[in-house]
């Protein structure tokens, strides 16, 4: 395999400031360059090690607004980060609830738990992290629930 992830994804904003905040107040982001020029706005958001967010915010772009339904947002359809560990996922988790960004709902996918949000622009997205109950060879559909987080 000759990579080892993703260095960037790019997205559009229609307020730069208020995705700016959302990121750092959730996933403790930090923007790493914010450049502004006459018709758009360019930022970098480092949101892990390596990885980072390119947000453009272009005067008169509506795309920002064309969010659902899913499959029918154009050739990204969503974003999925990794928690650090099984601990930032249980507080990301919180600060998504606490803002009304994600529900309770933890999906078991086997190896791996993920946390459907959406972000102030309306982008869903996930939160990934190594399920520490997974069964070897063991893959569950989306839908099916985490038994960590429903108290079975």
């Known amino acids: 395999m000759l990579l080892d992830g993703v260095n960037h994804v790019g997205v559009l904003t229609q307020d730069t400031d208020r995705l700016h905040a959302f990121y750092r107040e959730v996933f403790d982001a930090t923007v790493a360059q914010d450049i502004q020029q006459p018709g758009m706005r360019f930022s970098i958001v480092d949101i892990g090690p390596g990885r980072e967010l390119n947000v453009f915010q272009v005067d008169g772009n509506t795309e920002a607004d064309r969010q659902v339904p899913m499959f029918g947002r154009g050739r990204l359809d969503h974003l999925g980060l990794q928690a650090a560990s099984l601990a930032a996922f249980e507080e990301i988790r919180r600060r998504l609830i606490a803002r009304g960004s994600a529900d309770e ?3 078991d996918f086997g190896p791996v738990l993920s946390l459907f949000f959406r972000d102030p622009d ?11 109950d997974a069964q070897p060879g063991v893959f569950n559909p989306p839908g099916t629930p985490a038994a960590r987080f429903t108290g079975r």
């Open 105 to 107: 709902f933890v999906t």
């Open 122 to 132: 309306g982008l869903e997205a996930e939160v990934c992290v190594a399920n520490p």
